[in-house]
């Protein structure tokens, strides 16, 4: 009778006691991480469907009053035609260049060696494909609000596993040139000289 009554009292206050005890966290929280001392950092890669989602994530953090600081941009390029694109804003990146020009050059031999022909239509796909990348990253960029600040990351050749490795992809990071001034459009394109092209065929053979 009365004890029971008693203990169910007891227990919805102390239930009501604990809401209100999370409630109140709950709004400390959400106020912490909308205050100017919380930045958000999201990471995606060069993908045109991450892309897609990430800059809708865009738009719900803003909407939800949370500040995005930088957007990094992971796995973009290989680390020879990433070290170029950041070390020279604005130019075109000498061996995706080199590679446009091999069919012309090696056309008489095409017909007769099948297995350059093979190496040739690789070289050609991995050309079209960081190309695209680009692309797609540079219209990212251009789509972004400007406080937003951009980092791009290459697919490196030793992952990270050890110190070392996290040092690196540090020094990555914050790399000179590694942000939306890399993104620039390219100046006219150069012509590579023919003894470059077939040091890229004979690199590529061997």
Known sequence: GLTVLSTVAEFFAAAAEAVDSISDRFRKTQALLRSRA??????????????REARELVDD??????????IVVNRFLDERSWQ??????????EQLEEIAQLR????????????????????????????????????????????VKLALVPDMDVGVRDLSG???????????GADRSALATP????VAPKRRVASLVKRAKD
């Not at 909407?63 to 930088?70: C, K, M, N, Q, Y």
């Not at 996290?166 to 000179?176: I, M, Q």
């Not at 100046?187 to 150069?190: D, Q």
């Open 104 to 147: 012309a050059v090696l056309n008489p031999e095409l017909n007769t060696d099948h297995g350059l022909g093979g190496i040739l239509e690789y070289l050609e796909s991995y050309d079209a494909q960081a190309r695209d990348e680009i692309r797609r990253v540079r219209r990212f960029a251009q789509d972004l609000p400007a406080r």
């Open 84 to 93: 170029a694109l950041v070390s020279s804003p604005g130019s075109r990146i």
């Open 166 to 176: 996290l040092k690196r992809l540090a020094d990555t990071l914050v790399a000179p």
């Open 187 to 190: 100046t006219a394109r150069p």
């Open 38 to 51: 919380v930045h958000f950092v999201m990471v995606t890669t060069a993908e045109e469907d991450r892309l």
């Open 61 to 70: 953090i803003e909407s939800e009053g949370l500040h995005l600081d930088t």
